[in-house]
């Protein structure tokens, strides 16, 4: 079997190195990506088999990036979970109507990140 790829956006050094050190018990290679549109393009060239996406980034967001993803038929089976600090019930729901997967808020556990890789890559 493959080694699974799981691509990790955010524009936040400091964030990004918290979703590698979580996925750290895991066998799976990491692609990242430090805005929605460097984001969309990984995802089209390198096909993650799940996707880990900020929220507020500069430049594409990531409701667009994900919407983007979603329209494309190379990429909208990608799983897109969104990891974000906006924890209102209306940024959840506008995460799932963008074609979002799942949705996790910062400050987040490492045990919401293994739970969710579990959940789309099993």
């Not at 493959?2 to 990790?8: E, G, S, Y």
């Not at 990491?30 to 549109?37: F, K, L, N, P």
């Not at 969104?82 to 959840?92: K, N, T």
Request: with cysteine; charged share 25%.
């Amino acid at each position: 079997m493959a080694i699974q790829k799981v691509l990790l956006v955010d524009d936040s050094p400091t964030d990004l190195e918290r979703l590698v050190l979580a996925l750290g018990p895991l066998k799976v290679a990491i692609i990242t990506a430090r805005d929605g549109e460097d984001a969309v393009n990984v995802a089209r060239a390198q096909q993650p088999d799940v996707i880990f996406m900020d929220v507020v980034m500069e430049g594409l967001d990531g409701y667009n990036a994900c919407r983007l993803l979603k329209l494309d038929p190379d990429t909208r089976h990608i799983p897109v979970i969104f990891v974000s600090a906006r924890s209102q019930r209306v940024d959840r729901m506008w995460a799932e109507r963008q074609g979002g997967d799942a949705y996790i808020c910062k400050p987040f556990t490492d045990g919401q990140v293994l739970q969710e890789v579990h959940r789309h890559l099993n």
